[in-house]
Protein backbone atom coordinates (compact mmCIF):
# COMPACT_ATOMS: atom_id res chain seq x y z
CA UNK A 1 0.00 0.00 0.00
CA UNK A 2 1.17 3.75 -1.03
CA UNK A 3 1.46 6.52 1.52
CA UNK A 4 -0.43 9.79 0.98
CA UNK A 5 0.98 12.65 0.38
CA UNK A 6 0.39 15.47 3.75
CA UNK A 7 -2.18 17.84 2.55
CA UNK A 8 1.16 20.70 3.15
CA UNK A 9 3.11 19.30 0.32
CA UNK A 10 0.06 19.23 -2.29
CA UNK A 11 -0.35 21.81 -4.21
CA UNK A 12 -3.08 23.07 -6.77
CA UNK A 13 -2.65 21.85 -10.06
CA UNK A 14 -0.33 18.67 -9.24
CA UNK A 15 -1.12 15.22 -10.96
CA UNK A 16 -1.40 13.51 -7.96
CA UNK A 17 -3.25 10.37 -8.59
CA UNK A 18 -1.16 8.37 -8.84
CA UNK A 19 0.45 8.90 -5.45
CA UNK A 20 -3.39 7.84 -3.45
CA UNK A 21 -4.31 4.44 -2.91
CA UNK A 22 -7.20 3.55 -4.90
CA UNK A 23 -9.43 3.24 -1.90
CA UNK A 24 -9.73 7.00 -1.44
CA UNK A 25 -12.47 8.37 -4.01
CA UNK A 26 -11.78 11.21 -6.13
CA UNK A 27 -13.58 14.24 -4.82
CA UNK A 28 -11.39 13.48 -1.59
CA UNK A 29 -8.49 13.71 -3.65
CA UNK A 30 -9.80 16.96 -5.27
CA UNK A 31 -10.45 18.53 -1.46
CA UNK A 32 -7.30 17.03 -0.43
CA UNK A 33 -5.13 19.01 -3.34
CA UNK A 34 -7.24 22.32 -2.71
CA UNK A 35 -6.64 22.21 1.31
CA UNK A 36 -9.00 23.71 3.04
CA UNK A 37 -10.28 26.85 1.35
CA UNK A 38 -10.95 27.33 -2.23
CA UNK A 39 -9.39 30.22 -3.99
CA UNK A 40 -12.29 32.21 -4.09
CA UNK A 41 -12.76 31.99 -0.54
CA UNK A 42 -9.36 33.39 0.54
CA UNK A 43 -9.53 36.83 2.27
CA UNK A 44 -6.79 38.94 0.51
CA UNK A 45 -7.32 41.76 3.51
CA UNK A 46 -5.27 41.96 5.96
CA UNK A 47 -4.42 44.47 9.09
CA UNK A 48 -1.63 46.83 8.93
CA UNK A 49 -0.54 49.34 11.69
CA UNK A 50 1.85 52.31 10.31
CA UNK A 51 4.03 54.63 12.45
CA UNK A 52 4.18 57.50 10.80
CA UNK A 53 7.22 60.02 11.92
CA UNK A 54 6.06 63.88 10.45
CA UNK A 55 8.83 66.60 10.56
CA UNK A 56 8.47 68.97 13.43
CA UNK A 57 7.91 72.16 11.35
CA UNK A 58 4.92 70.53 9.49
CA UNK A 59 1.80 72.86 10.09
CA UNK A 60 -1.00 71.01 11.86
CA UNK A 61 -3.11 71.45 8.69
CA UNK A 62 -0.38 69.96 6.51
CA UNK A 63 -0.32 66.81 8.91
CA UNK A 64 -3.84 67.05 8.11
CA UNK A 65 -2.94 66.43 4.39
CA UNK A 66 -0.86 63.49 4.98
CA UNK A 67 -3.55 61.62 7.31
CA UNK A 68 -5.82 62.32 4.28
CA UNK A 69 -3.71 61.18 1.75
CA UNK A 70 -3.32 57.55 3.29
CA UNK A 71 -7.19 57.25 3.59
CA UNK A 72 -7.85 58.00 0.44
CA UNK A 73 -5.53 55.95 -1.42
CA UNK A 74 -6.87 53.29 1.16
CA UNK A 75 -10.10 53.79 0.06
CA UNK A 76 -9.69 53.99 -3.54
CA UNK A 77 -7.89 50.23 -2.89
CA UNK A 78 -11.42 49.13 -1.19
CA UNK A 79 -9.43 49.34 2.29
CA UNK A 80 -10.41 51.47 4.91
CA UNK A 81 -8.60 53.30 7.72
CA UNK A 82 -10.13 52.00 10.94
CA UNK A 83 -8.19 54.11 13.47
CA UNK A 84 -5.92 57.10 13.67
CA UNK A 85 -3.80 57.55 16.75
CA UNK A 86 -1.79 60.94 17.05
CA UNK A 87 0.89 60.82 19.90
CA UNK A 88 2.17 64.10 19.38
CA UNK A 89 5.44 65.45 19.20
CA UNK A 90 8.28 63.25 21.03
CA UNK A 91 12.01 63.55 20.67
CA UNK A 92 13.75 61.11 18.67
CA UNK A 93 16.20 58.73 19.97
CA UNK A 94 18.50 59.67 17.74
CA UNK A 95 18.81 62.41 15.24
CA UNK A 96 17.47 62.04 11.45
CA UNK A 97 18.94 64.36 9.26
CA UNK A 98 19.70 66.84 11.74
CA UNK A 99 15.90 66.74 13.03
CA UNK A 100 15.81 65.56 16.85
CA UNK A 101 12.07 65.53 17.51
CA UNK A 102 8.75 64.56 15.10
CA UNK A 103 5.31 64.11 15.47
CA UNK A 104 4.29 60.41 15.83
CA UNK A 105 1.10 59.07 14.30
CA UNK A 106 -0.31 55.17 14.67
CA UNK A 107 -2.38 54.25 11.85
CA UNK A 108 -4.51 51.01 12.04
CA UNK A 109 -5.62 50.09 8.62
CA UNK A 110 -7.44 46.88 6.94
CA UNK A 111 -6.86 46.47 3.64
CA UNK A 112 -5.06 44.40 0.69
CA UNK A 113 -0.91 44.17 0.05
CA UNK A 114 -1.79 46.27 -2.73
CA UNK A 115 -3.01 49.26 -1.24
CA UNK A 116 -0.11 49.27 1.18
CA UNK A 117 2.50 49.31 -1.40
CA UNK A 118 0.24 52.31 -2.85
CA UNK A 119 0.30 54.02 0.69
CA UNK A 120 3.92 53.05 0.79
CA UNK A 121 4.85 54.57 -1.99
CA UNK A 122 2.89 57.80 -1.60
CA UNK A 123 4.60 58.40 1.97
CA UNK A 124 7.65 57.92 0.25
CA UNK A 125 7.59 60.93 -1.77
CA UNK A 126 6.13 63.05 1.27
CA UNK A 127 8.80 65.35 2.10
CA UNK A 128 7.67 66.00 5.41
CA UNK A 129 7.33 62.20 6.13
CA UNK A 130 10.69 61.68 7.83
CA UNK A 131 10.66 57.95 8.55
CA UNK A 132 7.13 55.08 8.52
CA UNK A 133 6.75 51.52 9.25
CA UNK A 134 4.32 49.56 8.01
CA UNK A 135 3.31 46.10 10.02
CA UNK A 136 1.21 43.28 8.99
CA UNK A 137 -1.04 42.53 12.89
CA UNK A 138 -1.54 39.10 13.49
CA UNK A 139 -5.80 38.55 13.26
CA UNK A 140 -5.83 38.02 17.30
CA UNK A 141 -4.49 41.42 17.96
CA UNK A 142 -6.26 43.38 15.26
CA UNK A 143 -9.67 41.44 16.36
CA UNK A 144 -8.41 42.52 20.31
CA UNK A 145 -7.64 45.86 18.99
CA UNK A 146 -11.38 46.46 17.36
CA UNK A 147 -13.21 45.54 20.39
CA UNK A 148 -11.30 47.80 22.62
CA UNK A 149 -12.59 50.68 20.82
CA UNK A 150 -15.68 49.25 20.99
Known sequence: MTRPIPPR?????????SHFPTEYPPLLIHALTWGRLRPEEVST???YEIMLLIHPEAETARQ????DRARKVAADAGGS????DEWGKKRLAYEIDHITDAYYYVLTLTAESEALDEIARVLKITDEVIRFMPVCLPEKAASEQVTSES
Request: proline content about 5%.
Open 64 to 67: GEII
Open 81 to 84: VDKV
Open 45 to 47: TSN
Open 9 to 17: FIRPGLLIY
